[in-house]
């Protein structure tokens, strides 16, 4: 597609289980297994799921920082050309990552704090000898201001700064080289919920005035559901659906979806909802169980659900459902009761 600025795949990242004295691998952790979705250029593509699903170890290796096991990583470069990142060698990869960037967590361990911001935000630039000297000093004040910060304390260490200061020094990190593509993992999950605010509104003016594009990683429905354009589902590293957010909030297709969905708080104390509370714990991604991973807990299983893994097909348009009663299913959204 035209208008597509990444497309991932067949995406899995499987991470060694090794015992013994010789560490012998006896296993495999499936973080991320068998992912395909696509960003379009300019939109916000969310990424939700509980703890440990596998959305940051996705994200990261969509740039490489850990390396995949398989998969197709395909992304426009400046040149309009869709490069396949998989295939890069080191220097194909410094060049591709001018154009994609990563905004970490942890607002405190993301930053060296022996380090001043302008050594931290001009980092980038110097290692790809895009500015040096005065030139560098002013880019780097230019970014500063750019994600309202005071110009003036370049010197300063980061302990000088507030966790949403230092995210905001993180943001104009990830911003030094001009990227056309950020991946925003867990952004403000760190952060007082004003600070978060603050933060989702500054990240929405820069991809406005920046033409931006963003894979939003998120626990957070509320947070989701405001920055989202499309939103995609992880359970035990696999995605189980896929649409557009007013689509995912008003009409659910999947039960893990619904059971997530009536969990998301209601912002008026006086409206009450039903309540889903899930049987049984999350599926151990070292030993997923048979056919769909989503099973054992759901309250709609059949017998196919355990001996036949669902297909993530498109049951209306642009919506895309891993199960195998999704056309039958009739699932509440955040709809009060």
Known sequence: ???????????????????????????????????????????????????????????????RAIEPSSGSVKFKNRNNEMVDVMDLDQKGLRDIRRDMQLIFQDPYSSLNPRMTVLNIIGEPLICNKIAKGNELRERVKHLMEIVGLNSRHLERYPHAFSGGQRQRIGIARALATNPKFLVCDEAVSALDVSIQAQIINLLEDLQKSLNLSYLFISHDLGVIQHISDRVGVMYVGK????????????????????ALLSAKPMPNPRLKKERIILKGEVANPAKPPSGCYFHPRCPYAKEICKLEAPSLNEVKDGHHVACHFASELDLKGTVAI
Do not use: W
């Open 1 to 63: 597609m035209e208008d597509n600025i990444l497309e991932v795949q067949s995406m899995k990242k499987h991470f060694p289980i090794k015992k013994g004295f010789f560490k012998r691998v006896v296993g495999q952790v499936k973080a991320v297994d068998d992912i395909s979705f696509y960003v379009k250029a300019g939109e916000t593509f969310g990424l939700v799921g509980e703890s440990g699903c596998g959305k940051s170890t996705l994200g990261k290796s969509l740039l």
């Open 239 to 258: 995605l189980v659906e896929m649409t557009t957010t007013e689509e995912l909030f008003s009409n659910p297709k999947h039960p893990y979806t619904e």
